[in-house]
């Protein structure tokens, strides 16, 4: 599956348009941190939303605004004026969320609470922030019967008749090496 997950700055105003068939669809280009010496310059990615999620993307989302997003990693070839073709990395978006903060940082470290101290409570979740991926369905518990013994399979080996003889079937692969 592909899957990708980036915490990144947007650098570049969303930009809204649709397509033929009147569907929205938002461009951006993020940056992120290419690795963990400060002296590397950050690298760059275009984000593309589609349908309602692009909508909401252009409304919410700004250059500046620091963002994690969750989506499917693409290669998209384009052709250049120098005449030869160039392959780029593209990010299809599935979900984004907003992040407070600075991620170029590592997180400090967290505290744990005195056997005489209650922790905190979870922080609630969002419940203004949609989620565009299908809902999954929830487990259903099993009853399991009790002292109940299995079944023993009690299954003899077929054997072959005296005149059978196996097919020789072609070789799918005839290429001799």
Not at 2 to 23: F, H
């Amino acid at each position: 599956m592909n899957s990708c997950v980036l915490m990144a700055e947007i650098i570049q105003e969303p930009q809204l348009r649709y397509t033929s068939d009147n569907l929205a669809i938002t461009e951006m280009l993020v940056q992120f941190p290419n690795s963990q010496r400060s002296e590397d310059a950050p690298a760059t990615l275009k984000v593309v939303g589609w349908g309602n999620l692009a909508t909401e993307i252009q409304q919410n989302y700004h250059q500046g605004d620091r963002v994690i997003i969750a989506g499917r990693l693409g290669m998209q070839t384009v052709e250049r004026q120098e005449g030869f073709k160039e392959k780029r990395a593209e990010l299809t978006v599935q979900q984004i969320q907003p992040l407070s903060g600075d991620f170029t940082s590592s997180p400090a470290p967290e505290r744990t609470p005195s056997a005489t101290e209650t922790p905190p409570p979870p922080p609630p979740a969002p419940s203004n922030v949609p989620s565009y991926e299908s809902p999954r369905p929830t487990a259903t518990p099993v009853a399991s019967p009790v002292n109940v013994t299995p079944q023993v399979n009690t299954y003899e080996p077929v054997t072959q008749p005296s005149s059978y003889q196996p097919v020789a079937e072609p070789d799918p692969d005839d290429i001799p090496f």
